[in-house]
T-cell receptor
Framework: SQQGEEDPQALSIQEGENATMNCSYKTSINNLQWYRQNSGRGLVHLILIRSNEREKHSGRLRVTLDTSKKSSSLLITASRAADTASYFCATVGTSGAGSYQLTFGKGTKLSVIP | NAGVTQTPKFQVLKTGQSMTLQCAQDMNHEYMSWYRQDPGMGLRLIHYSVGAGITDQGEVPNGYNVSRSTTEDFPLRLLSAAPSQTSVYFC????????????????FGDGTRLSIL
């Protein structure tokens, strides 16, 4: 079963605006990862945040993690048309089979309008 | 350094046929996995391997078989293709630092688009 669930399912914004996507998960995690997928391509890793971290930055990307609420958010600032893609969160559990499996959510489809 | 290479990119099969999807990585990654991606379902884990000679089942393993005889290769076999296996298949790999598992960023191939008639 899917561990992470992204919200919203789809998001449409104007170029230059910020885009925020949320991810909720159900069980304890070792880390949470965000990926981007352009149409017809494989997934590309964006950011990994560990369970003892609260915030991480990479260029125009900012990821937060709230383990008490079992949620994470991905913020893309000053969006560009090239940011148009699907974004997925994925989690690694802390014990049992979950610690060997990276479980993905269903993704947020982001459209950035020029 | 080619990364993760999947072949073929496209394939059409008839129900009942068998085939092998190939996945190779040249990064000396211990951890490798197979996912299928269906519309509205995200990615679901089929099988994974934490090292050569070690494989295990993921969320949707039925109808698929894997082996890991070398660090580089992780083929996925469809034993008797069914229309429900029409999907896009992705292979991924990563280092396993410390605990064995997908604790590092995953590198994905570009996928195999499989249609079963």
């Amino acid at each position: 079963s899917q561990q992470g669930e992204e919200d919203p399912q789809a998001l449409s914004i104007q170029e230059g605006e910020n885009a925020t996507m949320n991810c909720s998960y159900k069980t304890s995690i070792n880390n949470l990862q965000w990926y981007r997928q352009n149409s017809g391509r494989g997934l590309v890793h964006l950011i990994l945040i560990r369970s003892n971290e609260r915030e991480k930055h990479s260029g125009r990307l900012r990821v937060t993690l709230d383990t008490s609420k079992k949620s994470s958010s991905l913020l893309i600032t000053a969006s560009r048309a090239a940011d148009t893609a699907s974004y997925f969160c994925a989690t690694v559990g802390t014990s049992g089979a979950g610690s060997y499996q990276l479980t993905f959510g269903k993704g947020t489809k982001l459209s950035v309008i020029p | 350094n080619a990364g993760v290479t999947q072949t073929p990119k496209f394939q059409v099969l008839k129900t009942g046929q068998s085939m092998t999807l190939q996945c190779a990585q040249d990064m000396n990654h211990e951890y490798m996995s197979w996912y299928r991606q269906d519309p509205g379902m995200g990615l679901r884990l089929i099988h994974y391997s934490v090292g050569a000679g070690i494989t295990d089942q993921g969320e949707v393993p039925n109808g698929y078989n894997v082996s890991r005889s070398t660090t580089e290769d992780f083929p996925l076999r469809l034993l008797s293709a069914a229309p429900s296996q029409t999907s896009v298949y992705f292979c991924a790999s990563s280092y396993s630092s410390g605990p064995r598992g997908p604790y590092q960023p995953q590198h994905f191939g570009d996928g195999t688009r499989l249609s079963i008639l």
